[in-house]
T-cell receptor, first 113, second 116 residues
């Protein structure tokens, strides 16, 4: 059972454009939502994260928008650069659990020069 | 070391062989996680240690999978009688502790296992 649904599966944008990746969840017990970036041959690395009591969080060119009532959250990458080309995973953590990450299936982002 | 290290980086096994995958977490990190990442998929949780205690093994797919962290530092994931469906990248992650929800997990580069 996929607990975190992510879309699109792949995304191509031009340099300078905005990349938007969406995720949705069902379990309201999730209370922490990180985004991870993974380059080929590397492990995932934390990019940015949000708690459900906040509707938006911005760090540099990366912004998370969170809609608690809709149980949806999204990652926006402003001024996308070729170096942003990677696979992005949204994830969720259950309150009171073992803090294991529940990942979406990933979005492969390609930023063309 | 500066980060989480895993060895070997690549492992080819014949079906039915046993394999052992090693994880060296960041020094001083209390929590250690193992994840399995199939090709083109997101990582899936296997098991979690807090120091030497295995607190959650709900993600281990079968009794052929076994993990240990006897001294609360290095961890080993063992897969017995490997099957082709075990082919995946096995990721290890560590975090400082349970100080707060959502503590950052730092991932190693993974071990790519191919079972022929």
């Amino acid at each position: 059972q996929q607990q975190v649904k992510q879309s699109p599966q792949s995304l191509i944008v031009q340099k300078g454009g905005i990349s938007i990746i969406n995720c949705a969840y069902e379990n309201t017990a999730f209370d922490y939502f990180p985004w991870y970036q993974q380059f080929p041959g590397k492990g995932p690395a934390l990019l940015i994260a949000i708690r459900p009591d906040v509707s938006e969080k911005k760090e540099g060119r990366f912004t998370i928008s969170f809609n608690k009532s809709a149980k949806q959250f999204s990652l926006h990458i402003m001024d996308s650069q070729p170096g942003d080309s990677a696979t992005y995973f949204c994830a969720a953590v259950l309150q009171g659990g073992s803090e294991k990450l529940v990942f979406g299936k990933g979005t492969k982002l390609t930023v063309n020069p | 070391g500066a980060g989480v290290s895993q060895s070997p980086r690549y492992k080819v096994a014949k079906r039915g062989q046993d394999v052992a995958l090693r994880c060296d977490p960041i020094s001083g990190h209390v929590s250690l996680f193992w994840y399995q990442q199939a090709l083109g998929q997101g990582p899936e949780f296997l098991t979690y240690f807090q120091n030497e205690a295995q607190l959650d093994k709900s993600g281990l797919p079968s009794d052929r999978f076994f993990a240990e962290r006897p001294e609360g530092s290095v961890s080993t994931l063992k897969i017995q009688r490997t099957q082709q469906e075990d082919s995946a990248v096995y990721l290890c992650a560590s975090s400082l502790g349970r100080a707060y929800i959502g503590e950052t997990q730092y991932f190693g580069p993974g071990t790519r296992l191919l079972v022929l």
